[in-house]
C-alpha cells in the first residue's frame, strides 16, 4: 500500500513513509492471520475466535474458567458465553460445575475438540514455515524479528503516553 505524494501537506504532522509502512504491517498480519481463519472456517466450521478459544483450552492442559478464557482472548463475556454455547451444542467443549465454589463453571474440551486442534495447528504452523521461508532467508527472518521488536516497543511506549492532537487536516480544494 502507498499513500499520496500529497498526503504530508494534507496531514501535517504525519510522514509519508512512515504511514506505509504501519499500513504495510496492519495490512501483512491480516493475510497472515486471513490464512489461519481461512482452514479453520473451511474445514472445521469455526470462527476465528472459536479456533482460538479451542487451542487455549486445551493448551491451559486442564479445564479453564470462561472468564480466564475471555481474558486470553480479548473478549468480553457475553461474546464468551456465546461462543461457548456453540462449542458445547458441537461437542466440541463441556462446562463443569467448579469444585471449590457453585457459582462458576470449568471448561474443558472434549475428545473432539482436542482432535480439531490436534489436526489444526500442525498444519498452521506448516503454513508459517512455508509462507516465511518462501519470503524470507533465515538472515532476513531473525533481521525482521529485531526490527518488529522495535516497532512494538515504540507502540508500547506510545500507549503509555497521552493522546494529543496535531495541527489539522488540510483538505484537498
Not at 512512515?18 to 496492519?26: D, I, P, R, S
Not at 472456517?41 to 486445551?58: G, N, P, Q, Y
Not at 463443569?96 to 504452523?125: C, E, F, Q, W, Y
Amino acid at each position: 500500500m502507498t499513500v499520496g505524494s500529497d498526503f504530508e501537506r494534507e496531514y501535517p504532522g504525519a510522514r509519508r513513509l512512515a504511514t506505509e509502512c504501519y499500513a504495510n504491517l496492519v495490512r501483512t498480519g491480516d493475510l497472515l492471520i486471513g490464512l489461519h481463519n481461512r482452514e479453520a472456517a473451511e474445514e472445521h466450521r469455526l470462527s476465528a475466535t472459536a479456533k482460538l478459544a479451542l487451542a487455549v483450552i486445551e493448551g491451559a492442559g486442564e479445564p479453564l474458567e470462561p472468564g480466564t478464557i475471555a481474558e486470553r482472548l480479548l473478549i468480553t463475556s457475553g461474546s464468551m458465553t456465546s461462543m461457548l454455547d456453540t462449542l458445547e451444542k458441537r461437542g466440541l467443549i463441556v462446562r463443569m460445575p467448579h469444585p471449590d465454589d457453585r457459582r462458576k463453571l470449568l471448561v474443558d474440551v472434549t475428545p473432539d475438540g482436542a482432535a480439531i486442534v490436534d489436526a489444526l495447528l500442525p498444519s498452521l504452523h506448516q503454513r508459517e514455515r512455508v509462507v516465511i521461508e518462501q519470503a524470507l532467508t533465515g538472515a532476513e527472518q531473525r533481521a525482521l524479528l529485531e526490527l518488529l521488536a522495535k516497532v512494538q516497543q515504540a507502540a508500547l511506549a506510545e500507549s503509555e503516553r497521552p493522546v494529543t492532537r496535531p495541527a489539522p487536516r488540510v483538505r484537498r480544494a
